[in-house]
């Protein structure tokens, strides 16, 4: 499936916009400083000209962060 670059940068038409681009990451990437550092890297760098050339509102979505002992090295995060 296209991310959102792909379809920011697809864009047929010079004069068409997206109304809204919906976001989000995986759980428990904006728990940790560096995977969130990253994410916020790649926003800045990759994503916000993108969205301003298109007049793109972003929707952010934010998942929680959860524990599962034993699963995906989750036992430091959330409850």
């Known amino acids: 499936s296209p991310n959102v670059n792909d379809l920011l940068e697809c864009n047929p038409k010079k004069d068409a916009s997206w109304d809204f681009v919906v976001m989000n990451d995986h759980t428990q990437g904006p728990a940790r400083p560096e995977s969130r550092k990253a994410t916020e890297t790649i926003l800045l760098e990759r994503y916000v ?31």
């Open 49 to 79: 000209p993108l969205l301003l050339a298109n007049r793109a509102i972003p929707i952010v979505i934010e998942t929680a962060a959860y524990r599962i002992p034993g699963i995906n090295n989750s036992e430091d995060l959330g409850s």
